[in-house]
Structure formats: structure tokens, C-alpha cells
């Protein structure tokens, strides 16, 4: 299993900006972002593909936020604009689908997790 370690996250108002980053342990393909807000299940954000670089969002984050990656340094972002008080979660990133969909695939690898606040 490939280890990743997400950074960036942090208290911000209601229609500021962060960046997540994360940084993985070696190569990966595909990635993905996932968040999960208290007391409720963790939800797909965001994922790209190695090859390609297609990229998936939820439609509650469509047009906020832009997910990339670099793979020279193995790292994945996830630039967030616009935020709302309703993406305040933990949010972590993924490697390893285990499938082709990558919206509805399950993972192998995760992060610890990092959290995101948006006061309104």
C-alpha cells in the first residue's frame, strides 16, 4: 500500500479559498478526494485519472473546486474556492481504486485525514 499524508486544511469564512495537498509515498494512478462531515457517511469530492488526467466532481462541488495532480512529486490537490459552511468535514484523499469508475469505486489506500472548517 502506497501511504498518503494530506495537508492544507484549516478554519476559513464562508467564500474563502484552501488548498489540500497530498502527498503520497510513491507512485500512484488514479486518485481521489473524499470527505466526511459529523455524523454522516464519508462522500466522494473528487478524483483524476492517471492517464488522461479526466477528471470527476460531485455536483455539490462542481465548478468550486479543481482537483490535480503532480506526478513528478506524487502529489494531489485539491483547490477550493467558494466555500460554503457545508463543506466543513475532514476530508481525505485515496489511491488504488478498485475499479474503473472511479465515483463509485472503492479504495485501497487512504489518509489520515484533514480538516476543513468554514465559519459562516
Known amino acids: 500500500q502506497v501511504q498518503l499524508v494530506e495537508s492544507g486544511g484549516g478554519l476559513v469564512q464562508a467564500g474563502g479559498s484552501l488548498r489540500l495537498s497530498c502527498a503520497a509515498s510513491g507512485r500512484t494512478f488514479s486518485m481521489g478526494w473524499f470527505r466526511q462531515a459529523p455524523g454522516k457517511e464519508r462522500e466522494f469530492v473528487a478524483a483524476?485519472?492517471?492517464?488522461?488526467?479526466?477528471?470527476y466532481y460531485s455536483d455539490s462541488v462542481e465548478g468550486r473546486f479543481t482537483i490535480s495532480r503532480d506526478n513528478a512529486k506524487n502529489t494531489l490537490y485539491l483547490q477550493m474556492n467558494s466555500l460554503k459552511p457545508e463543506d466543513t468535514a475532514v476530508y481525505y484523499c485515496?489511491?488504488?481504486?478498485?475499479?474503473?469508475?472511479?465515483?463509485?469505486?472503492?479504495?485501497?489506500?487512504w489518509g489520515q485525514g484533514t480538516q476543513v472548517t468554514v465559519s459562516s
Open positions: 483524476i485519472r492517471w492517464s488522461g488526467g479526466t477528471t
Open positions: 485515496a489511491a488504488e481504486p478498485k475499479t474503473v469508475n472511479l465515483v463509485k469505486s472503492q479504495w485501497g489506500s
